[in-house]
């Protein structure tokens, strides 16, 4: 298993010195862009981890197609992601309590594919949501599941690649990589 932590601005600083990743969120909706994402991702590859960069997808009811490829378009103008970085979809509850159906899910995943077909794409998204809503959906190149247990069995069926396993100090994670090679392949190879 290979080590590695997400962050958003809420994370000004973080120590990623003997990390194997680093995902940073980029944006979220059609107009915010993480202001830390540049610097954040610059101090990632100085110490020598890949890097992800993510997307908090907006949902509500009647999300037209305009606005989930405008999501897309935002997400991938102003990630920063370099070749051989990753992206991810981070589909949650927003802080209004709403959520994009799996349907929005699944379009988001294919524009950005469509956008920028050499980046390996992931869904990020939590076991419980997965296992009711998300297996019949659309999940690009692979799962990132959040179920805070012991890192590396987040109870699903389905095959995972990355799993958040705690929020506290910060959201860290586990890649499912047999070294930090493999998984810089795997991100080359979109």
Request: glycine fraction near 8%.
């Amino acid at each position: 298993m290979l080590h590695g932590v997400d962050v958003s601005s809420h994370n000004p600083s973080f120590e990623s010195e003997g990390l194997d990743f680093v995902i940073v969120k980029a944006t979220e909706g059609r107009t915010y862009t993480n202001p830390a994402r540049a610097r954040q991702a610059e101090q990632a590859r100085r110490d020598g981890c890949v890097v992800g960069f993510y997307h908090f997808l907006l949902g509500r009811r009647g999300l037209s197609l305009a606005r989930i490829k405008a999501q897309a378009r935002h997400f991938v103008e102003n990630c920063g992601a370099a070749d051989g970085d990753f992206l991810a979809l981070d589909w949650e509850t927003d802080p209004k309590g709403r959520l994009a159906t799996s349907a929005q899910k699944d379009k988001f995943l294919r524009e950005v594919k469509k956008l920028r077909p050499g980046h390996r794409l992931i869904l990020y998204v939590n076991r419980d949501l997965w296992t009711r809503k998300g297996t019949g959906g659309h999940k690009a190149d692979g799962l990132w599941i959040a179920d805070y247990r012991e890192a590396g069995d987040p109870l699903i069926k389905d095959k995972w690649l990355f799993h958040q396993y705690t929020s506290k100090p910060l959201d860290r994670n586990v890649a499912d990589f047999k070294s930090k090679g493999a998984l810089k392949k795997w991100a080359s190879s979109a």
